[in-house]
């Protein structure tokens, strides 16, 4: 009986063993860097990297973008308040010469230059010929 004892244990040893040598090369491919988990962890670790990069860049944008939108709002509030004013005192001019009155005396001027143009063009022409 105690054979058969010593002969059960020595099999159970030799499969526990074999189990043992089983297991551990499930975990070496497991945690290869290439291949396995392990891999996909050192991608993952890289490409939070690089993400967390480009988001510090982004904020660093988005920081000086503010700015300058700031003080581009406050030089428009500036023009704002310049162009009201304008607005304001434009309702202190008088009013423009109504349109009949502006063309009678545009088509005056007009004629009147037209006149002087041709009285100094017509010696020349007489002396030419």
């Known amino acids: 009986m105690e054979l058969v004892a010593d002969i059960l244990l020595i099999?159970?040893?030799?499969?526990?063993?074999?189990?043992?040598?089983?297991?551990?090369?499930?975990?070496?491919?497991?945690?290869?860097?290439?291949?396995?988990?392990?891999?996909?962890?050192?991608?993952?670790?890289?490409?939070?990297?690089?993400?967390t990069k480009a988001l510090e860049t982004a904020q660093k944008a988005t920081a000086n973008s503010a700015t300058s939108l700031s003080s581009l709002t406050n030089k428009a509030e500036g023009v704002a308040q310049r162009l009201e004013l304008l607005v304001a005192s434009m309702h202190d001019l008088p009013e423009p010469a109504p349109a009949e009155a502006r063309s009678s005396r545009d088509g005056g001027l007009e004629n009147d230059v037209v006149t002087l143009f041709q009285s100094r063009r017509a010696p020349h022409r007489e002396a030419a010929e």
Do not use: H, P, T, W
């Open 11 to 51: 099999a159970g040893a030799l499969g526990a063993g074999l189990y043992c040598i089983v297991l551990s090369r499930r975990l070496s491919r497991f945690n290869d860097v290439e291949k396995g988990v392990g891999g996909a962890i050192a991608v993952l670790s890289k490409q939070v990297s690089d993400m």
